[in-house]
């Protein structure tokens, strides 16, 4: 009687672990840039659609926040960046199909304040004014948007100056969220995030001197669900997904 | 040996600072306010005490997200207090070290709370009576018997509480943000290193939290025995 009771509750522990596995069957984990946050959760479902069976659940944070989970192993599939220079230290890792790398949409920096009770910043030199307390940006060695943002501030030569100002933050959202809440006087995000924080934050300025914003999109090399992943990154650059980026504000790859 | 002494000789220790002056600052903050409000809720039963007293016990279990949001939406820009604060002082506590002590002390609190709420419950307190028969006032009975006699379980929770200012970090980051040379703390300064893959650096810092947080914990302990 005692053994039956034994056996009967490894049967159901076992059972309960394997649960799990049967439910990953057909599932893709998508590790993607923050600013594709609500392009991509809308195209989840669309791709669900076009593929029965299939579920992608998502991950969202700074890319390079992201390429460091997937270098210590998590189990994802798909990897989308916000810039060509975190792909590439994937590649690099030998983490990536590089024959799956492909960019599928490309986006602008922007600078902008709090639409209300900000200090009036309507270009890049207003941000040495005394009225401007704090500057948000992304962390320059994870957050692409950081990344971006050095590279037009040392050509106009104003990093230096401006670095007791900055907040930097774990990801674009945070520096669109720190703008919302009047936190800061202004902060740098892509075109898409300010489109989304509609009435809270306003643009100022299209500052040019960046490498073009193009996001890459790869197969993670580990991927237990390649043909999926690779269904998923063409969907990506189809007219469907497409259609929808526009929608949000990103440009042609 | 001499990669890790130069690893050391070019870590920016800063951090390391900045925690141990933040938890100072948050404990002294906690240790008068949990003195008080310990002190109150021993001897002081009111209708809905419990109910209070669970209030100042939340920060304990509420997610760190919970407490920062909760600081941002009573201290930020838009609310009354912030604005009110940025407009007459030009002063806020976002973004500023002081921010960092506001959540450690929020987080801390419960700890001092607790434990002097129960170190003053195990006062005599025949002992209070007999000193104020000799003709000590409310006051010096509570300075010159209760306080001394509850001290070793009230410096236990101190230092409870200050080794958990020291690892603050969900809420102080919502707050005071992570700021190299202003407001980045030993645990902002971890999460940076890990994030940007700096592994060696992670692991030295790690090291040094880990030691000092054992330290104050085996300190507190031996005066959690003494009672």
């Known amino acids: 009687m005692r053994s039956f009771r034994l056996l009967a509750c490894a049967a159901a522990i076992a059972s309960s672990l394997a649960l799990p596995m049967a439910a990953s069957a057909q599932q893709l984990t998508v590790s993607a840039a923050a600013s594709l946050t609500d392009a991509f959760k809308e195209l989840g479902p669309k791709f669900e659609a076009s593929k029965p069976g299939a579920t992608v659940r998502f991950n969202f944070a700074a890319s390079g926040a992201l390429l460091q989970q997937i270098a210590q192993g998590a189990p994802v599939d798909v990897f989308a960046s916000a810039d060509q220079a975190t792909m590439g230290r994937a590649d690099d890792q030998k983490l990536i199909d590089a024959d799956t790398r492909r960019n599928f949409v490309s986006n602008s920096l922007v600078l902008i304040e709090p639409a209300q009770g900000g200090v009036g910043v309507k270009s890049l030199q207003d941000l040495s004014g005394a009225a401007v307390k704090k500057i948000a940006i992304g962390k320059v060695a994870t957050v692409p948007v950081g990344a971006y943002t050095r590279q037009v501030l040392d050509g106009a030569k104003l990093w230096e100056p401006l670095e007791p100002k900055f907040v930097q933050a774990d990801s674009v959202r945070q520096v669109l969220d720190y703008v919302g809440r009047g936190e800061v006087d202004a902060g740098f995000v892509y075109r898409t995030d300010a489109t989304i924080a509609g009435d809270k934050v306003k643009v100022v300025a299209t500052p040019s001197g960046h490498t073009p914003v193009s996001y890459p999109v790869a197969v993670i090399a580990d991927s237990r669900q390649k043909s999926l992943a690779r269904d998923f990154t063409a969907y990506l650059t189809g007219e469907e997904a497409q259609a929808v980026f526009k929608r949000y504000g990103f440009g042609k790859p | ?227």
């Open chain 2, 1 to 227: 040996m001499n990669t890790t002494h130069s690893l050391i000789q070019s870590t920016d220790w800063f951090p390391l600072f900045l925690s141990l002056k933040v938890a100072a600052v948050a404990t002294l903050c906690s240790l008068v306010l949990g003195i008080a409000l310990g002190w109150v809720f021993a001897r002081r039963k009111f209708p809905g005490s419990t109910i209070v007293e669970a209030i100042f016990m939340l920060p304990l279990v509420l997610p760190p997200t919970v407490i920062g949001y909760g600081i941002l939406v009573m201290a930020g820009r838009r609310s009354p207090l912030g604005a009110w604060l940025r407009e007459h002082f030009d002063y806020t506590i976002i973004f500023s070290w002081h921010g960092a002590v506001v959540a450690s002390a929020v987080v801390a609190l419960p700890l001092v709370l607790k434990s002097s709420s129960a170190a003053f419950a195990g006062v005599d307190r025949s002992l209070e009576a007999a000193a104020s028969t000799l003709r000590q006032s409310p006051w010096s009975v509570f300075l010159r018997v209760t306080l001394p006699l509850a001290w070793p379980g009230i410096l236990a929770g101190t230092l409870l509480a200050f080794a958990r200012a020291m690892g603050e970090f969900g809420a102080s980051l919502m707050v005071a943000g992570s700021i190299p040379q202003q407001t980045q703390t030993l645990s902002m300064a971890i999460y940076d290193a890990v994030q940007a893959g700096h592994d060696d650096l992670a692991l030295l810092l790690v090291l040094v939290t880990s030691v000092i947080s054992v330290l104050v914990l085996v300190m507190s302990n031996r005066f959690f025995s003494l009672r």
